[in-house]
């Protein structure tokens, strides 16, 4: 499916007509759309599928030293320095999502056991 | 999350004439093409003034993989092309033919068609902002001198004795980027929400995450909607990653009664 952005932000602007990935799919399809009632669903497919979702924030502790770890990581001078040349050149790189995955990964996913193996495997 | 869907009593029996059913449709609309679940044709039910959107399934223990979630995402964007569509969550399945029609169109023709009639002239658009880490933490700690202070008085040392002091740090960008959050999720619905006929705003707290919304916007308008969010990401260049998928069939806004409490 054919992404396109545009505009004078278009680093920080994805636009695409339809879900791209897995992970969106999933939103969209599972979690939305209508349902119709067990008594006229005679019969649905005979599966479990397990949405992973990381990103959830949890008040603890232990996500406190992890903030407190990121802002003790981070480089304000070169933070700036990044910032500036990304809106200067109008380029960050990689062009995609790679750089707003943090401190947890975004692993959101759905598999169903054997499925998962076999076509993880072959699409990356 | 955990989304287990169960089966009815019966539906380990193989059932040679399932009807796996994507969506709903008026009757007039173009035929369906397009590959769907199990690599099976896709091809219109008709009743009536409606169509189903539906695919033969050998039995009704179909195993779904990613490419059968893919395809029926992909069969509601053709559909959605050609005209409206009532997107069916994934999943159903019903016996035979005649289920489908005596069991979901024919009795609910008149709720169906008031749905259709509803989402006219209408498609949901998506959107996903992301903060950019490094940016947000960096305000962070340049607007709090708290924040900036404890963080001096923390670097480089992972012992106990900076334990009580990183604690304290963490909680306070947590607090920080909480507020942040609060304040941009406004502003950018603030500017979004107005095009829109109806928001659903996800309120589930994702690290990171600045906004997931989904919005029923008129055909005509996703322009403008187009045009206020490369406003929006200029705005925020640097700081938000947007991600704006559609346009896309209403899947956030479509509901039936339930049998229940009919």
Redo the contacts between chains.
């Keep these: 499916m054919a992404i396109a952005t545009h505009g004078t932000a278009s680093n920080y602007l994805q636009r695409a007509p339809s879900p791209s990935g897995l992970a969106d799919v999933v939103d969209l399809i599972l979690d939305k759309g209508l349902v119709i009632d067990a008594y006229v669903r005679i019969a649905v497919i005979g599966i479990e599928l397990i949405t992973i979702d990381a990103r959830i924030v949890i008040a603890s502790v232990d996500t406190y030293l992890r903030f407190a770890e990121a802002v003790n990581r981070l480089d304000l001078t070169q933070t700036e320095a990044a910032g500036l040349k990304e809106l200067r050149d109008g380029s960050d790189g990689n062009g995609g999502d790679g750089k707003s995955k943090g401190m947890v990964e975004g692993a959101k996913e759905a598999f169903s056991s054997d499925d998962r193996k076999k076509e993880d495997a072959g699409r990356g | 999350?955990?989304?287990?869907?169960?089966?009815?009593p019966?539906?380990?029996q193989a059932?040679a004439n399932?009807v796996y059913c994507y969506?709903?449709t008026w009757a007039t609309a173009a035929p369906p093409r397009g590959e769907g679940v199990g690599g099976k044709v896709v091809a219109a039910v008709r009743d009536g003034e409606l169509a189903a959107l539906t695919s033969p399934v050998e039995s009704?223990?179909?195993?779904?993989?990613?490419?059968d979630?893919?395809n029926?995402?992909?069969v509601?964007?053709a559909a959605l092309e050609r005209g409206t569509v009532?997107?069916?969550?994934?999943?159903?399945?019903?016996?035979n033919e005649a289920?489908l029609v005596e069991?979901?169109l024919r009795?609910r023709q008149e709720e169906l068609a008031a749905l259709l009639r509803k989402f006219e002239g209408k498609v949901e658009l998506?959107v996903r902002a992301?903060?950019?880490?490094?940016?947000i933490?960096?305000e962070?700690?340049?607007a709090n001198p708290r924040?900036a202070q404890l963080?001096e008085q923390?670097?480089?040392g992972?012992d106990a004795a900076t334990y009580p002091l990183?604690?304290e740090?963490?909680?306070r960008?947590?607090d920080e980027?909480q507020r942040r959050t609060e304040r941009d999720r406004k502003a950018l619905l603030d500017r979004l929400s107005p095009l829109a006929v109806d928001t659903e705003v996800d309120r589930?707290?994702?690290?990171?995450?600045a906004l997931r919304a989904s919005f029923l916007v008129k055909r005509r308008d996703v322009t403008a909607f187009?045009d206020v969010?490369?406003e929006l990401?200029?705005t925020?260049?640097?700081r938000?990653?947007?991600?704006?998928?559609?346009?896309?069939a209403p899947?956030?806004f479509?509901?039936?009664t339930?049998?229940?409490s009919r």
């Excluded at chain 2, 938000?240 to 896309?248: A, E």
């Design positions: 999350m955990t989304v287990q869907i169960s089966r009815s019966g539906a380990d059932s399932g969506g709903i009704t223990k179909v195993r779904a993989k990613r490419r979630l893919l029926h995402s992909e509601l964007a009532l997107p069916l969550r994934f999943g159903v399945v019903f016996e289920a069991g979901f009795s998506t992301q903060y950019e880490e490094n940016a933490l960096a962070i700690v340049q924040i963080r923390t670097r480089g992972q990183r604690a740090l963490g909680e960008v947590a980027l589930e707290r994702i690290e990171h995450q187009d969010m490369d990401a200029g925020h260049a640097g938000i990653r947007f991600k704006y998928v559609g346009p896309l899947h956030s479509v509901s039936v339930p049998l229940e």
